[in-house]
Each structure stands twice: as structure tokens, then as C-alpha cells.
């Protein structure tokens, strides 16, 4: 971190120039040695809120995601109602999550058709599953229950997502009797989770229609599919993360990875953590009944250390998994960078993951510091402009070896940090940044004084390892830094 009593005395005081008097390298050969800077400047984390337990907590109990069939003239066989969004930052609202691109819908069942009766139904007076995760229903022969059987459970296998069906008896319904051209008065139900008897409506749809033998059938859980551009970092387990970097959460109609992930990405910065980097998806269960889908998005990503939260009261926290957004740039933190003997300050033109170059006639153009109070977080930072302050030409911070992964022809997001405060409002004012894609220009920062801000730009890959990506920038004394360097999948 910049000193913070800099920041504000610079603003406040706007004519003033520098903050530093001496170019970076050798304040900080200064600084360091008459100092213990990793002690006192320590990484801020005032502005990195934890997860917000309470407020999940509360809204847990307020929604109403549990349906069968949704209406009476629902015809049968339609395609499963897609993912949708209930709840956005504690507002409640019903809204799809286009999912549509994404590889998997959700958890799948195996492909071996063993299906496990979970309970019976009755003869009278019988009621449908009232459940979270309605997928979609059909109307299956009624010849025998074991024919209907048959073919709900082949209906469930051909359905995306499907874990369990509720297979009844509807009688004294007009659409079934004689409008739906199934004739068929034997409903199957399918959820995308596994309910129970306890969960059987209080109520007949209707007066006049009685339903009877409302069974229920579950199918094995099988492992979701990791969302592109993310990896699977725990899970599952009976306890959701509790975490800094905390960005807000949202519930789901169903547990869908594919959907947390887009939410994530589709997320606004956090002006100190920067993009969304990491979900926590788990089911919610309310005095053991299954009520929500709980997907927490992080700017700072997690493991299972800090998952911690197995619930509170009535609500217990199962089917929890983590995943973290894959950056496709090694060390983009410039964290690899270290000093021998375990110094506090040292500098070069190339470090794990980077190589800075400098302009014909100019010296140490584009350099990586190891040196905390440089740093946006941590330790290791790149910075623009000549170290040395002896020129006024531009560097070129390069990421080396190749940038795998990438997939041709699809969008990648690169993102950084930057600030260009150290000379001053006056010196800093023509301080630049530009990102170079596979040698043409994609963006560039606003130019001119800044304190640490985010950026992001959107690039096209050409993949087999043959992209490049370079931060040019600099002409000291406007120097820019740059830290925390994230190449995302979009
Ligand atoms: C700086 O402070 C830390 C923590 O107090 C200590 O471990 C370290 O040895 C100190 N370094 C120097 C160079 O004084
Ligand atoms: C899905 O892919 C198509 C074709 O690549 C694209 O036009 C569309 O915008 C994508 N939709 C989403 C939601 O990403
Ligand atoms: C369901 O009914 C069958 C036949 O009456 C019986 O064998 C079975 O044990 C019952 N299963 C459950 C889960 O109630
Ligand atoms: C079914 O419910 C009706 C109306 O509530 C009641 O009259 C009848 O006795 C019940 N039948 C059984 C078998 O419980
Ligand atoms: C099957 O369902 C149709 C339509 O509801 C009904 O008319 C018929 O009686 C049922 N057949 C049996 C064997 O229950
Ligand atoms: C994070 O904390 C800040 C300051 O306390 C607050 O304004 C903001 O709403 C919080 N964000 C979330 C997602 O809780
Ligand atoms: C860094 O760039 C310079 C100039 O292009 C080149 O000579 C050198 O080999 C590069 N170093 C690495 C480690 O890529």
C-alpha cells in the first residue's frame, strides 16, 4: 500500500508535487534501510467485508421456492423451466440465469438407472411433493403403476439435472381425462432434488380432483460439471465459507454451478478487491427440508479453511462447494518475485512470470519491485516508468512464457490494478498505461494522476500458447504501478 496519510495529504494539498522526492529505487533502498516498512505497512484489510451470515440467514426463511405442477392447464412434457434467480443482494425477484452456453445445467444423475423408493404413497387422500427444484412433469401410461414407473423414470434420465420423480394418481381432472392427449390420469414430477414424504402439499390441487399413490424415487447425486474458466476447490461438505472479500450473494431455483459462475462473472468490481473470483454454491435446508440455493461470490479467493458456517437455528448448510476463477497468467501478483536473504526491498527487469523492457536508450523501463509499501496487496508490484528516474521513456512489462489454455475465437477479460500518485497530482498528470494484445493496442487506462484503481479490458484469444499480452507505460517521473494482473475467461 501507498502510505495512506500520503494519499490524503496529496489531496488535499493538489499543488504539491511529489510524495516521494527520490525516483522509486532509491527511495526505497532509502526507506528500507532506515526502516522496518513490512511491519508497519501490513496489508490493509479494512475494506474487505466478511461474509454476511445474518442477512443469508434471514432471507433464507422469506423465500418460497417450493411448487409441483405450476398450474392446472401446465400441458405436459414441456422443457424444464430454466434456472432462475430468486433472490439478488437480499432483493427478492424471479428472473432467469441464461445459462444457455454453459456445458451443464446442474448435478446429473448416473447413467445407470437405479432408482431408490423413498416412500410410498397411499390410497386416499393422498397429496403431490410441494419441493424446491420443479423441473418440468408429463403424463405416463396408466396400464399398471409399474408401466408408468418405467417410463417416468426413463423421462427423468432424458432430463437435465433430474434426481428424483413424484409419481401419483390425479383423479377427477378434466385435462387429463379428456383434453391432454396422453390420456392419462398418472402424473410424474420431476425435481432436480430429492424430496420426502414430510414434503407432500397439506392440500388436494383442488376440491374436486383426489389424488392417490403419491410415491416418491430418488436417483444418485453425480458430481456437477465444473464451470468453464473455474476450478472446483472443495466440496461437497456440510459448511459454507466464511470469508473476506465477501461481493454479495444470490439464491437459485436449483443447484446449478453453471449459474453461480455467471453471476460471477457478470458481477461489478469491488473498487479495493477488483472482479469476482470466487463462488461458494450450497443447498440450504430449513428443519431439514430443502428451501434454497445459496451462491456467495468473493473477490478474494477462498478454500475450505475458512468454511466454517454448517449453519445456525433450523437452517443447516449442505452440499457446499467451492470453485475459483482460473487466471490465465501466472503470477499476476507479482508474488513470485522475492529478495534474496528475505530483504523487504529488491527490484529487476525480470521475474517469474514477467520480463520488463525498455525503450532504445532507456534503462530499467519496466521493472517488478519486491516491496510492500509499493504494493497494492502483498509484496511483489511492477511499475512503469524508469526505476531509476534517469529517463523519460516508456516501458514494457511483458508475460512470459506461454499463456495456456486460452481457447481460440472466445473473449478474456485482462485486469489489473494500477496507481500513478508517486510524483504527484503535477507530475503524474500525463502518467499512462496501455494493454497490448498480441502486439495491437486493447485498451488504456485514463490517463493522468490516480490512486489505486481497478481496469479491465476485453480481448480475443488466438490460443495454441500464441497470445501475448504487454503493459506499456511510464516516462518518470510519471510513473504508473501496476498489481494484481488477472487474465479471466468471460
Ligand atoms: C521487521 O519487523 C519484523 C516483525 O516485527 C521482524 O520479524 C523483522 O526481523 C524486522 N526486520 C528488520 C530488518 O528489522
Ligand atoms: C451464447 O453464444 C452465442 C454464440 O457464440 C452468443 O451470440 C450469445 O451471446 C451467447 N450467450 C450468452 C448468454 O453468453
Ligand atoms: C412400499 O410398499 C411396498 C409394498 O406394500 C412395501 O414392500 C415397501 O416396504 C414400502 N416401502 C416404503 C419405503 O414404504
Ligand atoms: C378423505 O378425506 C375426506 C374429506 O376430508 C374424508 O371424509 C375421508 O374420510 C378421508 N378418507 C380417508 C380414507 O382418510
Ligand atoms: C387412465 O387415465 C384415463 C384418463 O384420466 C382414465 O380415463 C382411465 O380410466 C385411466 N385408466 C386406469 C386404468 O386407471
Ligand atoms: C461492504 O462493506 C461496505 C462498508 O461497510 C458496505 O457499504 C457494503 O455494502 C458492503 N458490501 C457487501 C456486499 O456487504
Ligand atoms: C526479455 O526481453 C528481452 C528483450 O526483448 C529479451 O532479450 C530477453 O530474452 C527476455 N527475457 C526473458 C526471460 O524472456
Known sequence: MLPRRLFFLSAAILCVSAEYTLAPALQAAQDSASANTTATDAPTTDAQNLTDVATIVRTVTLVDQKSGVPANDTPPGLPQ????????DGEIMVSAVDVSNSTDAGPRRRAASDYELLFNGTEANDTAIHGTAYLTYTLVSNASYAQGLDECEAFCENTEGCVFLNLYYEFNNELLDFVFPQNSNLRCVLYGDVHTAAEKATQQPSEATNIQHSSGYASALKEPTVPEGYELVFGPISAANNAPGYMGYAFLSKYNPSACAKLCNERGPDASGGACKY???????????????????????????????????????????????????????????????????????????????????????????????????????????CAFGSDGQMGTLTATGPLRGLKPGRSYAVQFFYASTYSGADLEKNAFVEVWWNGALAGSVPVGFSPWAYFAVSVVAVGGGNDVLQLKGGGAPAYSFIDDVYLFLL
Not at 443447516?316 to 518475485?337: K, L
Open 81 to 88: 423451466a430454466p434456472t432462475m434467480l430468486t433472490v439478488l
Open 279 to 385: 463462488f461458494n454454491i450450497w443447498r440450504a435446508l430449513v428443519f431439514g427440508l430443502p428451501t434454497t440455493y445459496v451462491c456467495a461470490m468473493y473477490s478474494i479467493p477462498t478454500d475450505v479453511s475458512t468454511a466454517l458456517n454448517a449453519g445456525q437455528g433450523p437452517l443447516a448448510v449442505t452440499r457446499s462447494r467451492g470453485y475459483a476463477r482460473i487466471s490465465y497468467i501466472a503470477d499476476g501478483g507479482f508474488e513470485a518475485y522475492s529478495c534474496p536473504d528475505g530483504a523487504d526491498f529488491c527490484f529487476a527487469e525480470t521475474a517469474p512470470g514477467w520480463n520488463g523492457t525498455s525503450a532504445p536508450g532507456g534503462y530499467f523501463d519496466a521493472t517488478i519491485f519486491h516491496y510492500s509499501s509499493y504494493a497494492h496487496t502483498g509484496a511483489g508490484v511492477a511499475l512503469l516508468g
